[in-house]
């Protein structure tokens, strides 16, 4: 049973940092690519940045090029720093997990419960 636990959400104002973290319950972390995804109220789930098992691919949405950074180490864990916050960019934060190691292809599979993060203007 893999568990992805996160933490790190809270509120800060516009052009704020935070950093997110995903604790991954799970043998063999580096033979999953991770990710994170957004949801904001009344909008669908969209994805956010994705990172290889092995950490040499990441891939991001437009919207947050230049500002978030993905990043895994060899404890399980699973970062997402975050810069020049923005209100737009509030939403419940999802960690997920692929069943593979490449971030092309196939689907997220696991997730976590979520964290909220609030952006204030």
Known sequence: QVQLVESGGGLVQAGGSL???????????????????????????????????????????????????????????????????????TAVYYCSMKRRALLAGGTFDYWGQGTQVTVSS
């Open 19 to 89: 950093r997110l973290s995903c604790a991954a319950s799970i043998r063999t972390f580096g033979n999953y690519a991770m990710g994170w995804f957004r949801q904001a109220p009344g909008r669908e789930r969209e994805f956010v940045a994705g990172i290889s098992g092995s950490g040499s691919s990441t891939s991001y949405v437009d919207s947050v090029k230049g500002r978030f950074t993905i990043s895994r180490d060899n404890s399980n864990n699973t970062y997402l720093q975050m810069n020049s916050l923005k209100p737009q960019d």
